[in-house]
Nanobody, 125 residues
């Protein structure tokens, strides 16, 4: 399994960014693609996740209304649309893949077996 993120960068507060996660080698039909972020000195935080088999999307309360996860199954790619960015959104953003994850464990990093290399998002005030 290989996950490759792209789309990070430096933006001003209030602007938008769209992250992409290109996935390959995933064979399980019951898998979930998730977005996590980790700021310096902080724990890795779940942001959004998508169950690929039925398209159900879960979004963390901390970003609800500003961030939206989506996927293009034909291209094996997941996206994270981030609007109204704030300086506190500054972090390295990772996509992750895992299979047979219960709803209660969707935002827990140990639930995921595969991780991308991460992409830096920096929001200036």
């Amino acid at each position: 399994v290989k996950l490759v993120e792209s789309g990070g960068g430096l933006v001003q507060s209030g602007r938008s960014l769209r992250l992409s996660c290109a996935a390959s080698g995933i064979s399980s039909r019951d898998h979930t693609i998730a977005w996590f972020r980790q700021a310096p000195g902080k724990v890795r935080e779940g942001v959004s996740c998508i169950r690929i088999n039925d398209g159900t999307i879960f979004t963390a309360d901390s970003v609800k209304g500003r961030f939206t996860g989506s996927r293009d199954n034909a291209k094996n790619t997941a996206f994270l649309q981030m609007n109204s960015l704030k300086p506190e959104d500054t972090a390295v953003y990772y996509c992750a893949a895992g299979s047979f994850i219960t709803a209660a464990r969707l935002m827990h990093p140990p639930s995921y077996d595969y991780w991308g290399q991460g992409t830096q998002v920096t929001v200036s005030s």
